[in-house]
């Protein structure tokens, strides 16, 4: 079997080459639902970020204890204990945000991302290099959800994380912060970003 | 194998159905463990911003926008009782959240947490009421999920405004365009049935007040 | 009269108003992905909405009857160990979120063998797809707004039972499965057309999609009209 990736390799793959959102479209439920203000998607980054770390240090830690039928089940309770704390904390320090994410921070549970990259790295590698994977992925995963909340509030309320930056004079698009908004911006950044990276494989080769 | 690091230790746990099931049992154990102590240590604080969220708005309704002025004026003791008041509508018995407001002691105000439905889902909202049941002192939008830009502006204080020092002897009705008449909402344009849904709430949690809230009927909430 | 009402108004709102794919953006991973074809849609639905019966079913018992504050089994469970007062007080709801999503693994479990035994041919055309509803945003989003709707609620008596629960899921599910056979039928048409190189694949679809909810927004409303008009609200 071929060589698995460094701590680095991880690490990097993760922010951009291989992004979850816009590569592997994975975890697209909460990439619409969040991004209608930068706050929140920035919540939901952090949310994920944490939930992704503790996760990925958990089953690294046993991964040579766990038999290959078994995996999904501690998964998914690891994560979901993960995730209900990060629930209350929010809940308990951060209210009115809570109460704006709503649903969608229990939704993580079923996030594809974390079960994807518990599967893929963690139950295979070491801790540092799981911790790795974990942070470059949450940090594409954020930058995914900033990109696309920028042009949504923006757009739409011509406010960034409330501060009005467009003169007032800007007829807000309103349709940006409804669910259509959240489909077009993401389909057109989506194809934005396969142009680029069409591009630039066109330049190499 | 799956990948080349030697093997741990534990690879006897890991061949035995036994071992499984003990890993399982203690993960089930630690992970109880970290939940029961989130539990007891944070469920007071959520329980306690779910109250302070309606509480910190509650001065400002029965005193107006000046309000915390007043909380501050030395030898004044300000006191906020929650409760509840069971009111019958439709043959169906309801239990309204309802804020009492005293003043050294005396009654300063009432203040009705009251619900229905919007354009787009719930709306919540608090009102103000005198001690008489007289006017309306104010009104605050809780929760809705009205049109961002149209209905939205149901939360704006400026429209709220036009709620307070309104009669409660008679419904308010909603009138389009600006007729300021004692009794008339003037509507959002745009955002007419937002504004309806939110008099219509009003108008039915004025009336069931005026019909039941007495001092008696208030049961205020146990103190854990 | 007024419980039929009721279900009527949470069908329509689960289906159709507030349509779980396109103005709650859950379940958007089987909408990319599954919608090529329309038979595949119409399976890929109808499995969800099976699955998320049975998971609000679940769901919807077990918050009920252990988990809420002063739930009655785990109250008589307590009260073995402790005074009937501290008992009456226990609140089993931070298990909520693993009970839920252990109760939709079961049910997915449950209606794979089903579909396994009684249809085999079809078991066969889904492939992998039936496990991975386990990790469908759809189920677990409709069983915490079951859950949102008997733990939050400030009136007990509003809180909801098993009838408006399973109404939620059945009609959450068939609004899911028209989103999803809608959109399969757009790309059957889609796969005909010329599509600039970019916009090929997910791109495309998500904004075909947008264009869905917006559709879908016409809706927006129905219910309060529904409601004003039966309460003669002016």
Known sequence: MADLPTSAERFIQGVLPENPVYRQLLGLCPTLAVTSGLKPALTMSVAVAAVMLCANVMVSLIRNLLRPHLRIVVFTLTIATFVTVVDRVLAAYMYPMSKTLGPYIPLIIVNCIIICRCEVCASRQSVITASADALGQSLGFGFALVSIATVRELLGTGALAGIQVLPPAWPQWVIMVLPPGAFLTFGLLLALVNWADAARKGKKG | MENGTPRRPGGGLKNSSLGQAWLVLLLALVFGAVLAAVQTNLSRIIAANKMNETLDNVPALVWGAGATGRMAEPGRAVAITAGTLDVTVDSKLKVIPVFQVTLDGALAGWVVKAGGQGYADKIELLLGLDPALDTITGLFVLEQKETPGLGNKITEAGWRRQFSGQKTHSPLVVQKGRIAASGGIDAIAGATISSRSVTHIVNQAVSAARANLTTDAFRPLERQ | ?234
């Open chain 3, 1 to 234: 009269m007024d419980y039929v009402f009721d279900i009527f108004l949470i069908s329509i709102s689960a289906a159709l108003i507030n349509n779980f794919v396109l103005y709650y953006f859950v379940g958007i991973c089987p909408f990319i992905g599954v919608s090529r074809q329309v038979d595949m849609a119409l399976g890929m639905g109808g499995a969800v909405t099976f699955v998320m019966t049975i998971a609000v079913l679940i769901s919807w018992s077990i918050t009920t009857f252990v988990l809420m504050p002063g739930a009655p089994i785990s109250r008589w469970v307590a009260s073995f160990f402790v005074s009937p007062d501290q008992a009456a007080a226990i609140d089993l709801t931070i298990l909520t979120y693993i009970v839920y999503i252990f109760s939709i693994a079961s049910s997915v479990q449950f209606v794979e063998m089903y579909v396994r035994k009684f249809y085999p041919p079809l078991y066969k055309s889904f492939g992998v797809f039936l496990p991975l509803i386990t990790t469908n945003c759809a189920i677990l989003f409709a069983c915490l707004t079951v859950m949102s709707h008997i733990v939050g609620v400030d009136n007990p008596s509003e809180a909801w039972d098993l009838g408006r629960a399973l109404a939620l899921g059945i009609f959450g599910g068939l609004g899911f499965t028209i989103a999803i056979v809608i959109m399969a039928g757009i790309r059957e048409e889609l796969d005909l057309c010329d599509i600039p190189g970019p916009f090929k694949g997910a791109a495309i679809t998500l904004i075909v999609g947008g264009i869905l909810a917006m559709a879908f927004m016409g809706f927006a409303g129905v219910d309060s009209g529904i409601r004003a008009a039966l309460n003669g609200m002016p």
